[in-house]
């Protein structure tokens, strides 16, 4: 065991990307004890929605681990391990901010028979996860808010949000702790080394600087092809960008001791950001350019927006780019070649599912230790 613990000491691996896949992938390996470089241009860049670097920070951070309609499966299997894994990682990472947590519960609404339906077969495959229906008083509440006659909903307590830019600062605060060395540098070129005595990868940066490594995990979105096509691989990804709205509300709204984490209707997100301010996310459209079009399909809600939508002040919004695997399921969890790993095409649900993809390159990594 002493020399595994050694041996592991030794073993450098560089993850490529500073997203949500990247930096979890980087906390994971680095509490099992290996020597880890996080790599990428904006790694030490202010965190913000503001002026968000990556997809990652222009997320919402939903967590919609339980709610979903599937039970077996490779989606399935990721969703309920990385629900585990957020709580045990939540007793791990140092908290950055006072305020960080997980902001539970989640509630879905539903407009239709058909939707309704779901939510009852949903439930009754489900009860062990802490999802109910949602109780009458409660429906009348939300009808009172949307103005509408809602059919029902449920609610689900271990689902919900983390803020993303409370939890990346979180993390990186954790990385700074395990001594995670950051490097602030695009990748221009991986190649194999020739030297049979030397680390098994090569990794080219800026300035004239070059590193090799053990392994090398690429976490780098839309980024991933460039890199990997000069060793021969082909990895088919397009672009799928979101758009985030922040509504300042007038004054008396609603009482938002009674709004959960995160509230979907219609499928759109609705969370309280703060005071009299909402934050709505939903739209997932190809491309890199946000459509003014998709924005306001999200914001008329299918021609039944509430006053208090209608009535407020757009006083914010953003968008990111993430990458979707064509002809693949997602995300895309590979070992290219020995060395050689992928965790990248979360254009959905990546802050959920980010703890089981980390871990999955952890288990490849630990395939060399059992022999």
């Not at 307590?157 to 490097?183: C, V």
């Not at 064509?326 to 050689?340: D, F, M, R, S, T």
């Not at 990248?344 to 022999?371: D, F, S, V």
């Amino acid at each position: 065991m002493n020399n595994q613990k050694a041996e592991k000491k030794q073993t450098e691996i560089s993850i490529v990307g500073s997203g949500i896949a990247g930096i979890a992938t980087a906390f994971h390996l680095g509490k099992k004890g290996y020597k880890v470089n996080l790599i990428d241009p904006t790694v030490n860049s202010e965190i913000n929605n503001l002026n968000p670097n990556n997809g990652t920070q222009a997320s919402l951070g939903v967590l919609m681990g339980n709610v979903y309609k599937r039970s077996k499966g490779r989606a399935f299997l990721l969703r309920n391990r990385s629900m585990k894994l957020w709580k045990e990682w939540l007793t791990q990472i140092n908290y950055y901010e006072s305020d960080f947590r997980f902001e539970k519960p989640l509630i879905k609404l539903a407009s239709s028979e058909k939707e309704y339906q779901y939510m009852i077969e949903l439930i009754s495959n489900k009860k062990r996860y802490g999802i109910e229906i949602l109780a009458k008083n409660s429906l009348n509440f939300w009808n009172s808010i949307f103005e509408t006659k809602l059919i029902g909903g449920l609610i689900s307590y271990e689902d919900g949000r983390f803020n993303p830019i409370q939890l990346i600062k979180a993390l990186m605060q954790s990385l700074d702790q395990i001594k995670i060395n950051k490097i602030e540098s695009n990748v221009f070129k991986i190649s194999k080394n020739s030297n049979i005595y030397s680390k098994k990868w090569h990794i080219d940066l800026e300035n004239n600087l070059s590193i090799n490594q053990d392994y090398i995990v690429i976490c780098s979105a839309l980024n991933t092809q460039k890199l990997i096509e000069p060793l021969g691989h082909e990895l088919l990804l397009e672009p799928i960008l979101g758009q985030v709205v922040e509504l300042e509300l007038e004054n008396k709204t609603t009482n938002w001791k009674e709004w959960p984490g995160i509230l979907n209707y219609q499928s759109i997100n609705f969370i309280h950001h703060r005071p009299n301010h909402m934050l709505i996310g939903a739209t997932i459209e190809r491309g890199t350019k946000p459509s003014l079009l998709d924005k306001q399909k999200m914001l008329n809600m299918n021609n039944n927006v509430p006053k208090w939508i209608k009535n407020a002040k757009i006083c914010h919004e953003w968008n990111g780019i993430r990458a979707k695997p064509q002809n693949e399921p997602a995300p895309l969890l590979k070992e290219l070649e020995p060395g050689l790993l992928i965790n990248t095409g979360h254009y959905r649900n990546g802050i959920m599912l980010a703890p089981a993809c980390a871990e999955w390159i952890g288990m490849k990594i630990e395939e060399q230790y059992k022999y």
